[in-house]
């Protein structure tokens, strides 16, 4: 099982982005998917999850100005990022808790990461 993080990028300020993770291999099921960033000097911190249902929930810092979504037929989760902040500028990394075919408990995945930079 992987997952592949994209979509990052440069941005001015007040721009949006919209990044994409997509998960393969051999599937069972994948309950919530999460995404996180990791800015230089800090540690990683939670951004947003959402459940196989849909529930969603966001960090105060981006409420408001992210959006968490998902296909589940394409196995991908996606956050589109609008009003960018220089504060955002991270490296973006998904997660996801996943079954493997033929497993009975779900493991926790992570993806590879993709740097968002936002500056003038």
């Known amino acids: 099982v992987q997952l592949q993080a994209s979509g990052g990028g440069l941005v001015q300020p007040g721009g949006s982005l919209r990044l994409s993770c997509a998960a393969s291999g051999s599937i069972a099921s994948i309950n919530t998917m999460r995404w996180y960033r990791q800015a230089p000097g800090k540690q990683r911190e939670f951004v947003a999850f959402?459940?196989?249902?849909?529930?969603?929930n966001y960090a105060d810092s981006v409420k408001g100005r992210f959006t968490i979504s998902r296909d589940n037929a394409k196995s991908t989760v996606y956050l589109q990022m609008n009003s960018l902040k220089p504060e955002d500028t991270a490296i973006y990394y998904c997660n996801a808790n996943i079954i493997p075919t033929g497993r009975k408990y779900e493991y926790q995945y992570w993806g590879q990461g993709t740097q968002v930079t936002v500056s003038s």
């Open positions: 959402i459940t196989d249902g849909g529930i969603t």
